[in-house]
C-alpha cells in the first residue's frame, strides 16, 4: 500500500495473502499522465494515463496477457 493520502484505492491483486499484494490507485491530484498508480508487492510503483490503463484492460481480455501469451515462443 502507499503512503501517500491522496491516493483512491481501486483493487488489490492477490489479497489472500498479507505480503503486500499489488495495488491499483487513482491519484487526482496527479497530471492526467500519471493519474493511475499501480504499486507491487516490492515496493515499486508505475504510473499512467486512464487511456493506458485502458488499453491494458482491454489487452487482458483479450486473452493477450494470458499465462501461455507470456511464455516465451
Known amino acids: 500500500m502507499s503512503d501517500n493520502p491522496q491516493l483512491v484505492h481501486v483493487a488489490t491483486f492477490c489479497g489472500k495473502c498479507d505480503c503486500g499484494c499489488p495495488e491499483l490507485f487513482v491519484d487526482p ?38 499465462a501461455p501469451a507470456l511464455l516465451p515462443a
Not at 30 to 49: C, H, L, N, Y
Open 29 to 66: 491530484t496527479a497530471e492526467p499522465e500519471k493519474r493511475i498508480v499501480i504499486t507491487d508487492d516490492f515496493g515499486q510503483r508505475i504510473q499512467m494515463s486512464q487511456d493506458q490503463l485502458e488499453d491494458l484492460v482491454e489487452q487482458a481480455r483479450s486473452g493477450a496477457l494470458d
